[in-house]
């Protein structure tokens, strides 16, 4: 929800949409940060195979180390594919 709300500000404002979430101290942005986290914390129990759990700690260290979120998705989906087509267990 907050985050749909950050998406049509910034297409609704542009650049006007940056200058209010300037306004925002960094702790509310920081907070807003830990809901995001907790909402996705229930998705890690939907996994059931070591595999599953593999491609989620590949994408959240890719994540961790590059600066471009895009870059883990896209190597954990290639990396995810190829597990399931090659049918490798972990």
Do not use: H, Q
């Amino acid at each position: 929800m907050i985050g749909a709300i950050f998406v049509v500000m910034a297409l609704a404002f542009g650049d006007a949409g940056f200058t209010f979430l300037t306004l925002l101290p960094n702790s509310v942005l920081g907070v807003l940060l830990i809901f995001a986290g907790l909402e996705l914390c229930p998705l890690i129990r939907s996994l059931k195979a070591n595999e599953e759990y593999f491609v989620a700690l590949l994408i959240s260290g890719i994540a961790l180390a590059v600066p471009n979120m895009a870059w883990a998705f896209g190597i954990g989906i290639v990396v995810d594919v190829f597990i399931r087509k090659a049918k490798i267990k972990i």
